[in-house]
């Protein structure tokens, strides 16, 4: 099939704090248009679901606009429209779900609904090509610590674990608060950790004692890290030390990587599958990527893992699952497709 037969995709995203619009032609990005509100949230310290919604419905028609012009087509030159339908914010879904359903209707177009979280797993296609089935996808992000098990993610994926509390990602806001960092606390704990000493502080790996192992193999748990790296730092503050930013950074860095890495290797390994796919915002973090690579490279299992700008959220990846939809054959939504805050993994189109 050459290019030109491919399927021309839109992908709409709003799930959060980005609104996002994508355009593909198969596995080739064509445009990838992003708006982002998260300065408007960082004074609070978190995403504000009301701010969040207005700042889409004021971002999206322009942002598809230049998705539009940055592709060099018209919306009636798309063959498809995809759009998170969940999970995510309510009113931040419902948004881009409009917007989706509205431009469906003005220019004749299917429609479909999909899973934010697949959409993580598609972005991949886009710098690596087709996924090797089956794989094992560990997804870490601000709401989100899953590791799934992709046989056909056209049709579904099988869950494996998920964070039982905070996720990896929401972590990394609540000790970047605790440091004394700008929000959103990920990119920044990065950098800061970069001076820093990962085996400096030995702070704890949530879930991997023996007995967390057999009832919660391939679960999360991050809520005790972030009370212990809370403790250690209230308790120089109370003895008058400075707290070493640096050194609690990478440490608290090292100890959230090696517990994410560890399980998602053991699950390709148990389950005899050599590729690792790693997606959601927190992929972006350059010592959870170097140090996935370097531990699965000594067992033969070959990690992908997209740029770090298609790691957070963007309409690129709402399209490049749409395209996969479409061309594996798979029937778009109804036009009262739901915006679903809650939508289950196993559910990859609505």
């Known amino acids: ?5 491919e399927p021309l995709i839109l992908g709409i995203e709003t799930s959060c704090d980005e609104t996002g619009v994508g355009i593909v032609r198969g596995h080739t990005l064509l445009a990838d248009a992003l708006a982002s509100s998260v300065e408007e949230h960082a004074r609070f310290g978190g995403v504000v679901p009301e701010v969040a919604s ?4 004021e971002a999206i028609v322009p942002t598809m606009e230049r998705a539009l012009a940055e592709a060099g087509v018209t919306i009636a030159d798309i063959d498809a429209i995809a759009v998170t339908s969940g999970p995510g914010l309510a009113g931040a879904l419902l948004v881009g779900v ?15 609904g999909v899973n934010h979280l697949a959409a993580h797993v598609a972005v991949d296609t886009l710098e690596h090509g087709p996924l090797p089935e089956p794989s094992i996808a560990l997804l870490v992000s601000g709401g989100h610590s899953s590791l799934l098990r992709v046989d056909d993610l056209a049709r579904g994926v099988t869950p494996l674990g998920s964070t039982i509390d905070d996720a990896a990602g929401e972590a990394f806001d609540k000790v970047a608060r605790l440091l ?4 959103p606390g990920g990119p920044w704990i990065d950098r800061e950790a970069r001076a820093g000493d990962g085996g400096a502080i030995a702070f704890p790996r949530g879930l991997t004692a023996a007995k967390d192992l057999a009832a919660h193999r391939y679960d999360f748990s991050f809520s005790g890290l972030k009370t212990a ?3 250690w730092v209230e308790a120089r503050q109370r003895a008058g030390e400075p707290v070493p930013v640096a050194d609690v950074a990478a440490s608290f860095q090292e100890a959230v990587c090696d517990v994410l890495v560890g399980k998602a290797l053991d699950a390709c390994r148990t389950n005899g599958i050599g590729t690792l796919v790693i997606g959601g915002g927190v992929a972006a973090n350059s010592r959870l990527r170097a140090m996935a690579e370097h531990r699965a490279a000594k067992h033969g299992i070959r990690v992908r893992v997209p740029r770090p700008n298609l790691c957070t959220d963007n309409g690129a990846m709402v399209a490049a ?3 996969h939809l479409v061309s594996s054959g798979v029937a778009p939504s109804r036009l009262d497709l739901p915006a679903d805050s809650a939508m289950p993994l ?3 189109s609505v």
Not at 1 to 5: I, K, L, Q, R
Not at 98 to 112: I, M, Q, R, S
Not at 180 to 183: H, K, M, S, T, W
Request: overall charge positive; charged content about 15%; cysteine-free.
């Open 1 to 5: 099939m050459s290019m030109a037969d």
């Open 54 to 57: 207005r700042a889409h419905l």
């Open 98 to 112: 409009a917007a989706a359903k509205g431009y469906a209707v003005a220019a004749e177009k299917p429609v479909y």
């Open 180 to 183: 004394g960092l700008p929000f």
């Open 229 to 231: 790296v809370a403790r």
């Open 321 to 323: 699952l749409g395209s």
């Open 346 to 348: 196993t559910t990859v």
